[in-house]
Structure formats: structure tokens, C-alpha cells
Antibody
Framework: QVHLVQSGAEVRKPGASVRVSCESS????????IHWVRQAPGQGLEWMGW????????NYDQKFQGKVTVTRDTSISTAYMDLNSLRSDDTAVYYC?????????????WGRGTLVTVSS | SYEMTQTLSVSVALGQTARITCGGD??????VHWYQQKPGQAPLLVIY???NRPSGIPERFSGSNSGNTATLTISRAQAGDEADYYC??????????FGGGTKLTVL
């Protein structure tokens, strides 16, 4: 059974950084891209970028370039999303999700989300 | 960049049919996916590639896509269908794009 297990909630001050992890199980980690999606309180879904766990190649939405870095450790089937220079408007639930490595494929399994709160 | 438009809210009487639309330029030429999100939960894929249901999704959920509109149809709506619904496509310039979401209320 496919599972994406995310790390727990985090609280950071403005200007700090945060790392969210996403551990995959139940499938071959390198066969699926990992996507990161965030949702600010009361708002919709916002795509941030994807990681190809096989090659380590990443692609970020233009809005998040320089803001987010996604990496992985294939030995433990885990992807990491680092967010830097945090601001109050980065307060959101951050989700990881998987998708086959082809354009047009859906995000078929999601993690439960990690709440990141940025507050002084 | 590509944009999609969803109605903010849709209401449906219990047991009736709800239709949630996603508008976009020539969206009929794209693969549209639909996600259901209940409060405090992660999104759940309910329709992929316009009209396909993942395993475990009831047959009451169906989808269509043509021209400039994709539609998610929920037949015999139940109280448990109350949720936010998001459409999603891939675009060559922006990769993954979500619609703004539609809140479904079952009366």
C-alpha cells in the first residue's frame, strides 16, 4: 500500500528556514516524481515544484525559484523540501504527492500535509 | 500562463446531481484531473484524465471534457460529498496548474 508520510508541524520566525520531509513506502521511490503543493489558510492549492527522485532533477514554479529547494535520499526513500527566508505569507500546509514521470499524469497519492507557521 | 476558472460554490439537494465546472481555453485538448478535499484532509484524486475513476471512487463520480469546459458530475449526492473540489491540468509553460476550487454544499 502506497504511503507518503510527512514530518510534523513546524513554527519558525520570519527570516528563518524550514525543512519538511516526505517518506515514501509501498512502491519504488525512483519510479515516480514527488511534487510539492502548498495551501495557505482558507485558500486553494498552489503547485510549487517537482523532483525526479531517480536523477535528482528538479523543476520549480517561477514563483518559488530561489525560495525552495527539493532534494532526496534514495537510500531511505525520502524527499525533502527546504524553504528559506520565511515570511508570514509562507504560513501554509505543505503537501507532497507523487505522479508518474510524464506530462499530464495525476497526483495520485498525497501525504497528509505539514503545517508550517511563520510568526514572530 | 494557462488559467482555469471554477465557480466558487455549488449547492445540490441530497440525492440530486451536482455539476462542477472548470473553464479554460481549449481545455478539451488537455488531460483534466479532479481532486476532492474535505476539511483538515489532504486532497484525494477522484477523476483522472477527464473521465477515469481511481480504484475505490464510487461510480457516482464521473467526468467529461470538451471545448472550453471540463465537468465533474456527482450523481445521487450524499452528505459525505460535501468538500472542496479542484481541477488540475498540466501546461507546457507552468507544469501543474490547479483551478481555484469549488465548495460543494449538499442541502
Amino acid at each position: 500500500q502506497v504511503h507518503l508520510v510527512q514530518s510534523g508541524a513546524e513554527v519558525r520566525k520570519p527570516g528563518a528556514s524550514v525543512r519538511v520531509s516526505c517518506e515514501s513506502s509501498g512502491y519504488t521511490f525512483t519510479d515516480y516524481f514527488i511534487h510539492w503543493v502548498r495551501q495557505a489558510p482558507g485558500q486553494g492549492l498552489e503547485w510549487m515544484g517537482w523532483l525526479n527522485p531517480d536523477s535528482g532533477v528538479t523543476n520549480y514554479d517561477q514563483k518559488f525559484q530561489g525560495k525552495v529547494t527539493v532534494t532526496r535520499d534514495t537510500s531511505i526513500s525520502t524527499a525533502y523540501m527546504d524553504l528559506n527566508s520565511l515570511r508570514s505569507d509562507d504560513t501554509a500546509v505543505y503537501y507532497c504527492a507523487r505522479a508518474l514521470p510524464a506530462a499530464g499524469t495525476p497526483l495520485d497519492y498525497w501525504g497528509r500535509g505539514t503545517l508550517v507557521t511563520v510568526s514572530s | 500562463s494557462y488559467e482555469m476558472t471554477q465557480t466558487l460554490s455549488v449547492s445540490v439537494a441530497l440525492g440530486q446531481t451536482a455539476r462542477i465546472t472548470c473553464g479554460g481555453d481549449k481545455i478539451g485538448s488537455k488531460n483534466v484531473h479532479w481532486y476532492q478535499q474535505k476539511p483538515g484532509q489532504a486532497p484525494l484524486l477522484v477523476i483522472y484524465k477527464d473521465s477515469n475513476r481511481p480504484s475505490g471512487i464510487p461510480e457516482r463520480f464521473s467526468g467529461s471534457n470538451s471545448g472550453n469546459t471540463a465537468t465533474l458530475t456527482i450523481s445521487r449526492a450524499q452528505a459525505g460529498d460535501e468538500a472542496d473540489y479542484y481541477c488540475q491540468v498540466w501546461d507546457s509553460s507552468t507544469d501543474v496548474i490547479f483551478g481555484g476550487g469549488t465548495k460543494l454544499t449538499v442541502l
